[in-house]
């Protein structure tokens, strides 16, 4: 699999927010969303094409008890399958970081699933091809039925503006199945500025409307940046 980069770092969101972590992060997506904050691995893609034994040489120095997979989009890469059991062999918590679009029968820790919503879609104007296979792909709900029933999973909800909150009740009341305990909704930026003037209003409508509010704590730490 195509591979980016290897790092230690702590992670910044979601239910495990603060935990010391190997990251593993591919290279290659099969969606655009507009305000991906790591375009060296989906809009231009970087990295070399490691086999699992050279990604777990590289891993196992660092030492650590839980990895991070994540993108681009790790479950475009079929060689994930005897990594992440070569990993939970090696008694790794492992965590997979995913779109939703794609399933791959694999063992991991935690499924940590961000459907992306209306508000992802590159500008169709200069990105037309990429604008409909995003639009086509980005909503998978038999993929999501499987990998909830096979995993122990979270949901992190990219939201930008107040009016994609009634996209998210939709979303869920399509899947009842889902824990209402473990949907999370992170605002969109990646400046604190911009984090902050989300979460003003994002914050108190996640205690309203029953969500857990995730802040991007990386961004606070490290600002935008490689490695972190």
Same mark, same amino acid.
């Given at each position: 699999m195509r591979v980016a980069e290897i790092y230690r770092s702590v992670q910044g969101e979601g239910l495990l927010a603060g935990t010391p972590s190997a990251f593993l992060r591919v290279s290659g997506c099969n969606l655009r969303c507009w305000f991906c904050d790591t375009p060296y691995a989906?809009?231009?893609?970087?990295?070399?094409?490691?086999?699992?034994?050279?990604i777990l040489a590289q891993l196992e120095p660092l030492g650590l008890e839980h990895v991070v997979i994540t993108g681009g989009e790790p479950l475009l890469f079929a060689e994930l399958v005897p990594l992440c059991h070569a990993l939970r062999d090696r008694q790794?918590?492992?965590?997979?970081?995913?779109?939703?679009?794609? +399933?791959?029968?694999?063992?991991?820790?935690?499924?940590?699933?961000?459907?992306?919503?209306?508000?992802?879609?590159?500008?169709?104007?200069?990105?037309?091809?990429?604008?409909?296979? +995003?639009e086509q792909t980005r909503h998978m709900p038999h993929v999501i039925r499987q990998l909830i029933r096979e995993h122990v999973y979270q949901f992190k909800f990219v939201v930008d503006q107040p009016h994609d909150l009634p996209e998210v009740a939709s979303y869920l009341l399509e899947f009842p199945e889902i824990d209402r305990s473990r949907v999370m909704l992170m605002p969109q930026g990646t400046t604190l500025g911009q984090l902050a003037a989300t979460a003003e209003w994002l914050e108190p409508a996640c205690a309203e409307l029953g969500y857990r509010f995730c802040p991007r704590y990386q961004i606070e730490w490290f600002g935008l940046s490689r490695g972190t």
């Open positions: 989906s809009w231009h893609p970087e990295g070399d094409d490691l086999a699992p034994d050279d790794k918590h492992v965590t997979i970081e995913t779109a939703g679009t794609l +399933h791959l029968p694999l063992a991991c820790n935690l499924m940590s699933i961000s459907p992306k919503l209306a508000n992802s879609a590159p500008q169709q104007a200069t990105h037309a091809q990429w604008y409909r296979r +995003h």
